[in-house]
């Protein structure tokens, strides 16, 4: 009997895979254990991840949750209560009405994104996002078969979107516009007059917003302002939302979209036919971080600005290093141009030379280069430790 050959055959991926972006602070995560494995010490500055835990009376209510049942399907939009408790949320914060038909819940953050481009751009489409900014966006333009237009994000205006210059990147072809703030990576803020600016470039044309607020109750100064809260603009806003970063979630993958209730309804078909509904007793524990103590907030973000203000002051200190302060989120986005090294190499060395990880400001964008990205969610005393790591290797080395 003849004997039979093990047939091998390639991995025949579709085109879209190869438009497919990722997250370079995972990569960066994982190059980093491996060092450490190796025996080396990392002071991990490359993850947006609050360093604190999540709320106990939030833990308490998921674990209450377990027991009581909630451990089932529930409806792909989310359940009812959740939504009711958002809905109740983001009319009081955002000061517009909402009602639980215009909310969808999500796991994380990410899936808004990536429901809202499926939803609303065809292919050949533009969608206009900022740069430097989160990564996902562009990735997931790309992948749709849009055309990502970035709008440059500058150290001179604070890293604030120039409503000017959004004006005339506006052409018939553009679908949506994508705002951030406070912002990923460089912690910049969107004044009121900012975002006025905004919708006035914008104008009366077909055109919807996803206003990605995820770090919204985490700001240093001033308040937050939405474009969902200015007349006539809910129904043409998305705004993302979620627990990750203001109550120290992000392994519970818990996020929400808020959108006029036509839009809601195929973002939750897109859930049904995807994930099919987020877990149900994370759900409960999200009206527990909502309606509960919220002292927490409060404090992580204190935390934060006390970490900020003394990073900005050291890192200002150090050769070929500058950086403004950042007024929201938990990143500082350092100028190294004076360095004379671009982002990628100077990150690759922090790393593997003074055991600092950081990111390239290219991980971010084009306009990302001559920056490096520090996240402050790591303790004050590892701060101190890793600007004095930083310090002595470009005594070193510069």
Not at 321 to 339: D, E, H, L, M, V
Request: net charge neutral; glycine share 8%.
């Amino acid at each position: 009997m003849p004997t039979m050959q093990k047939v091998s055959h390639d991995l025949r991926l579709s085109k879209r895979m190869s438009r497919l972006g990722t997250e370079t602070a995972f990569e960066v995560l994982v190059r980093a254990k491996a060092l450490e494995k190796q025996g080396k010490d990392i002071i991990h500055l490359e993850i947006g991840e609050p360093d604190f835990d999540t709320p106990a009376n939030i833990i308490e209510a998921a674990t209450q949750a377990l027991h009581g049942g909630w451990t089932h399907y529930g409806p792909s939009a989310g359940l009812p209560d959740l939504r009711q408790t958002i809905a109740d949320y983001v009319s009081r914060t955002r000061n517009v009405r909402v009602t639980p038909e215009e909310v969808v819940v999500v796991p994380g953050g990410k899936p808004i994104i990536f429901y809202t481009i499926l939803a609303l751009v065809e292919q050949g489409d533009e969608v206009i996002y900022p740069n430097p900014g989160f990564p996902i966006y562009e990735s997931m333009i790309n992948f749709a078969g849009a055309k990502p237009v970035p709008i440059q994000l500058r150290e001179s205006m604070d890293f604030r979107m120039d409503a000017n210059e959004l004006r005339d990147l506006i052409t018939d072809r553009t679908r949506l516009v994508i705002i951030n703030s406070p912002q990923n990576p460089t912690g910049g803020v969107l004044a009121e007059r900012d975002v006025r600016d905004i919708a006035a470039a914008i104008g009366d044309r077909d055109i919807m917003v996803l206003s990605d607020e995820i770090y919204s109750r985490l700001l240093f100064e001033g308040n937050h302002h939405s474009i969902m809260s200015l007349e006539d603009w809910k129904d043409r806003t998305i705004l993302l939302d979620g627990f990750s970063k203001t109550y120290a979630m992000t392994g519970w993958r818990l996020g929400y979209g808020v959108m006029r209730s036509d839009l809601a309804t195929y973002i939750a078909r897109l859930m049904t036919n995807s994930n099919s509904c987020t877990a149900s007793f994370t759900q409960v524990a999200g009206i527990e971080a909502l309606i509960g103590d919220q002292s927490s907030v409060e404090r992580m973000c204190s935390e934060f600005k006390r970490r900020r203000d003394m990073f900005i002051d050291r890192v200002n200190r150090i050769k070929g290093f500058s950086c403004r302060s950042p007024k929201g989120a938990f990143y500082t986005f350092t100028n190294i141009t004076k360095t004379g090294w671009n982002s990628k190499k100077l990150a690759d060395a922090l790393l593997e030379q003074a055991g600092v990880a950081a990111l390239s400001g290219t991980a971010f964008g084009q306009f990302g280069e001559g920056y490096l990205r520090f996240s402050i969610a790591n303790s004050y005393e590892n701060l101190a430790n890793a600007l004095n790591r930083i310090d002595d290797w470009t005594k070193n080395n510069l």
